[in-house]
């Protein structure tokens, strides 16, 4: 943990991220279930964890189970656990996620999976925090915290019957909704810093400098798979940067965006711009001066295109074979 973070591991400071620390702030302590809504990769299990930090139960244990991540036959005895003999193959007695969370809290990711003949038995313990093992007789008192979390839209799985509407009522109690990370273009620089200063850390690497036309355009690309998507880009910027200045692959940013970021032309234009110089130097194998080289193909003197490179930190992706480095 890094003390200058507030909120373990949360990085940024945009209004929107700052409203939505607030509401966990007032609902951690709380015992109220609550509901993480959000794109994918937006940080709804990090949101999930810091709510359990700053619970009464944060001494006690956080458990998390995947609802998509496991066949819907063996999530029941997952979360309720089984008697011994309770169906074939139960061999033992099993103890469930929500006996195991009991004084802690139980993590319920992508929630809206939940097969709908379990979806009783859940609101159940929700409602009365008791619940029987499968195959067994006799009711089992808990104390579980649930914090649930999809990027589902519950309310319509509701209107075609597919999620219970008592049990949807009964996880809505405090929606919270992590926004994406195109709605806080000003959460981009910090994060990238801190995955950054992650990754050059890890593979021993001195990184200085984050170009800032870099920047401009990573906080106009529209992340479609948010935060994590950032990371992952970031530790193979990291892994491609041989000096102290970061390299971002920016083709990925380009090659992705086509469709989604026509809403901004200006950085439409940017990327198309530097996409193009990108296929360029691959077709000339990254020759950028002489005759066939892509300067002349380009149209462009030498120093002018090596300039360009600079500033938009275009350089030869690792799948390349190196024998001809740019210049
Ligand atoms: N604000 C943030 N600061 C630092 N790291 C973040 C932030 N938000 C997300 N991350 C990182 O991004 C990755 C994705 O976050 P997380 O797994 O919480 O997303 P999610 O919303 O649960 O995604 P999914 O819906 O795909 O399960 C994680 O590695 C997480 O640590
Ligand atoms: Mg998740």
């Known amino acids: 943990m890094d003390d200058t973070e507030p909120f373990e591991g949360i990085v940024g400071d945009s209004p929107p991220l700052r409203d939505l620390l607030q509401q966990v702030e007032i609902v951690a302590p709380t015992d109220a279930t609550v509901l993480v809504l959000g794109e994918t990769g937006t940080g709804k299990e990090l949101i999930a ?78 409602q009365d925090q008791e ?78 400098e984050v170009p800032t036309e870099t920047l401009d355009v990573m906080r106009r690309y529209p992340w479609p798979g948010n935060v994590r998507e950032l990371e992952n880009l970031i530790e193979r910027a990291v892994i491609l940067s041989p000096g102290p200045r970061l390299m971002i692959p920016l083709e990925h940013l380009a090659r992705r965006s086509t469709t989604l970021v026509q809403a901004d032309s200006a950085a439409t234009l940017e990327l198309v711009k530097r996409t193009h110089v990108v296929r360029i130097l691959e077709e000339t194998n990254w020759t950028v001066g002489g005759p066939r080289g892509a300067a002349t193909r380009l149209g462009m003197k030498r120093t002018t295109l090596q300039s360009f490179m600079k500033r938009y930190a275009i350089a030869r992706s690792q799948s390349a074979p190196d024998s001809q480095g740019p210049g």
């Open 49 to 126: 964890r810091a709510i359990h930090h700053r619970s009464r139960q944060r001494e006690h244990r956080f458990l998390t189970m995947n609802c998509a991540a496991i066949p819907s036959g063996l999530l029941e005895s997952e979360l309720f656990g089984h008697e011994r003999g309770a169906f074939t193959g139960a061999i033992g007695q099993k103890i469930g996620l929500f006996e195991i969370a009991s004084g802690g809290t139980l993590f319920l990711d992508e929630v809206g999976e939940i097969p709908l003949e379990l979806q009783p038995k859940l609101l159940r313990v929700l």
């Open 131 to 208: 619940f029987v093992r499968i195959g067994g007789t006799r009711t089992i008192k808990v104390d579980v915290r649930l914090v649930a979390a999809t990027n589902r839209d519950l309310a319509q799985m509701v209107e075609a019957h597919r999620f219970r509407a008592d049990l949807y009522y009964r996880l809505n109690v405090f929606p919270i909704r992590v926004p994406s990370l195109r709605e806080r273009p000003g959460d981009v620089e910090p994060l990238v810093r801190h995955f950054v200063q992650r990754f050059a850390a890890r593979m021993r690497r001195h990184i200085e």
